[in-house]
């Protein structure tokens, strides 16, 4: 079996264990945007209260956020973790939209999703992961999420090599898969279903895993 063929496998495989997952949970663009920065090392338990805190007061919109200090907003999302850095990112975003697409998520998204990616890596405190995130799930874009449970799962599975980097795993998914937004968000958010029940970073529970015949009789 190749490994494109396996990759493939893994996903029937989770999915038929899993069902559906339903991410990403937001009711607009902007607000998938925020869930991106804000969820970078936390839980979404976390997120979805420093959302909330902004929905609260009405502040899902860039013009909004613009009229935010970095410290006012801060404090909205302190249940997040690292919020002065992460109320800087928000900030970096807005002025980015402001400067690049006159405010508009609209056009943002119309860019060339190369260009876009890009862009967005250009941002102080955006990386590959916060960037994919946001083309995927903003802007419903067909761009494959790579996060530590995605290296994990690989790697145990002899799917990648130790020293793999972030756009190698990127492109054996983007290489195997068809290029459709709805599957690379579905399979992103089985890996890190899998991650959390049995993949779990010091003691695996191999045994009941959906993949746990793999890689040798899948």
């Known amino acids: 079996m190749t490994i494109s063929e396996r990759i493939n496998k893994i996903y029937r495989l989770l999915y038929k264990r899993y069902g559906p997952q339903g991410w990403w949970p937001g009711d607009t663009q902007l607000e998938y945007i925020l869930g991106a920065i804000l969820t970078q090392n936390t839980s979404w338990k976390n997120v979805e209260k420093a959302i909330n805190n902004l929905k609260k007061s009405n502040l899902i919109s860039i013009d909004k956020l613009k009229l935010l200090t970095t410290d006012e907003l801060a404090q909205l999302i ?95 998914f983007m290489d195997s898969l068809n290029d459709d937004p709805q599957i690379f968000n579905e399979y992103h958010a089985l890996l890190v279903k899998v991650g959390k029940e049995h993949c779990k970073k010091r003691s695996p529970i191999c045994a009941g895993c959906p993949l746990e015949k793999d890689p040798h009789t899948v």
């Open 78 to 172: 302190r249940s997040s973790g690292y919020y002065n850095q992460k109320a800087l990112k928000i900030k970096n975003f807005v002025t980015f939209i402001t400067e690049n697409y006159n405010d508009s998520l609209e056009n943002m998204f119309d860019e060339d999703i190369h260009v876009l990616r890009n862009n967005l890596l250009n941002i102080k405190g955006i990386g590959p992961e916060t960037a994919d995130c946001i083309i995927l799930y903003g802007g419903n874009k067909a761009i494959f999420v790579i996060d530590t449970y995605t290296y994990r799962v690989l790697s145990r599975h002899g799917l990648v090599p130790e020293q793999t980097s972030y756009n190698e795993m990127q492109e054996l």
